[in-house]
């Protein structure tokens, strides 16, 4: 079947807009909010309430894709066979509870293995990051660039400090010796967000030891439209059904920090 992929994401930002207007909404309300793997990984309502929102119109529209989300949807799916949706409901959960801002609606779209669409909603700041692959990538009507190169010395780096904290080893290709020689660093606490700031250049790079493909696959669709390079860090595609570690850089930068993360395996939370 030939989808007609401009249409799938008309539809799919009209879901998303009413359920940013929803985390909107419970702002103003008290949330009932729950632990999941540590005390630091939090959980909200919210976050089941939008990822049945989603998977629910999806399914009633759509009925032969399949739906992957953090929370509950897509457990048992094992194959990229097919059109699939990866929804993250709200990434940047903690920056949610705690800022009430700083979080957003992550939805992807791929067929066969291969990302279609990405949307990445910066609810609080009203920003849409979107893109369908051939097609471009843009923030809200605006056509994000194609990268240019900078330098290690000269590039921001989106990086979590938990994993410089974790990070044993200090010699000329650790992590501390990347964060010393670039320009400075940047820690947003939304991956999704994160990866859409790569894509129109507010960062250079953004690194992570460990994320899940509902907070990367709208991130690589966008970053494919822009001509940045995201990778694990044996510089091998990203998994689309399991975990990975991610750098994303522009192509140069991107060559420079490989050498940096590629004895890293990963850590956990
Ligand atoms: P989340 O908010 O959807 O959980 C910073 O914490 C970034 O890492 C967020 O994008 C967050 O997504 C993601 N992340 C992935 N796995 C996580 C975990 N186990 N604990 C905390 N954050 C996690
Ligand atoms: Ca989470
Ligand atoms: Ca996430
Ligand atoms: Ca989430």
Same mark, same amino acid.
Request: net charge negative.
């Given at each position: 079947?030939?989808?007609?992929?401009?249409?799938?994401?008309?539809?799919?930002?009209?879901?998303?807009?009413?359920?940013?207007?929803?985390?909107?909404?419970?702002?103003?309300?008290?949330?009932?909010?729950?632990?999941?793997?540590?005390?630091?990984?939090?959980?909200?309502?919210?976050?089941?309430?939008?990822?049945?929102?989603?998977?629910?119109?999806?399914?009633?529209?759509?009925?032969? =894709?399949?739906?992957?989300?953090?929370?509950?949807?897509?457990?048992? &799916?094992?194959?990229?066979? *097919?059109? /699939?949706? @990866? !929804?993250?409901?709200?990434?940047?959960?903690?920056?949610?509870? =705690?800022?009430?801002?700083?979080?957003?609606?992550?939805?992807?779209? &791929?067929?066969?293995?291969? *990302?279609? /669409?990405? @949307? !990445?909603?910066?609810?609080?700041?009203?920003?849409?990051?979107?893109?369908?692959?051939?097609?471009?990538?843009?923030?809200?009507?605006?056509?994000?660039?194609?990268?240019?190169?900078?330098?290690?010395?000269?590039?921001?780096?989106?990086?979590?400090?938990?994993?410089?904290?974790?990070?044993?080893?200090?010699?000329?290709?650790?992590?501390?010796?990347?964060?010393?020689?670039?320009?400075?660093?940047?820690?947003?606490?939304?991956?999704?967000?994160?990866?859409?700031?790569?894509?129109?250049?507010?960062?250079?790079?953004?690194?992570?030891?460990?994320?899940?493909?509902?907070?990367?696959?709208?991130?690589?669709?966008?970053?494919?439209?822009?001509?940045?390079?995201?990778?694990?860090?044996?510089?091998?595609?990203?998994?689309?059904?399991?975990?990975?570690?991610?750098?994303?850089?522009?192509?140069?930068?991107?060559?420079?920090?490989?050498?940096?993360?590629?004895?890293?395996?990963?850590?956990?939370?």
């Amino acid at each position: 079947m030939n989808e007609n992929w401009q249409e799938v994401k008309n539809v799919a930002e009209k879901w998303v807009e009413e359920a940013g207007k929803m985390l909107k909404e419970s702002l103003h309300e008290s949330l009932d909010i729950q632990t999941k793997s540590n005390p630091n990984d939090l959980v909200t309502e919210m976050d089941y309430k939008i990822e049945r929102f989603l998977t629910e119109h999806i399914e009633k529209r759509y009925p032969q =894709h399949k739906t992957i989300g953090e929370e509950e949807a897509g457990q048992h &799916i094992g194959s990229t066979d *097919g059109v /699939i949706w @990866i !929804i993250d409901p709200i990434d940047g959960t903690t920056n949610f509870v =705690h800022q009430k801002y700083n979080f957003a609606i992550s939805v992807a779209v &791929i067929k066969d293995g291969v *990302g279609k /669409i990405g @949307i !990445i909603y910066n609810v609080m700041q009203d920003e849409w990051f979107t893109a369908i692959e051939g097609d471009g990538a843009y923030l809200n009507e605006k056509k994000l660039p194609v990268a240019t190169p900078v330098n290690l010395r000269q590039a921001i780096i989106g990086l979590n400090g938990r994993w410089l904290a974790r990070e044993k080893q200090t010699d000329e290709k650790s992590l501390h010796e990347l964060v010393r020689k670039s320009r400075s660093v940047r820690s947003y606490g939304t991956a999704a967000i994160e990866l859409a700031f790569v894509a129109c250049g507010r960062l250079d790079s953004y690194i992570n030891f460990r994320l899940s493909p509902w907070d990367y696959a709208a991130g690589l669709v966008l970053l494919k439209e822009t001509g940045m390079v995201v990778t694990d860090f044996q510089s091998q595609n990203p998994p689309l059904l399991q975990q990975s570690t991610i750098l994303a850089a522009r192509p140069e930068l991107h060559e420079e920090l490989l050498s940096y993360v590629y004895n890293h395996k990963g850590f956990d939370y």
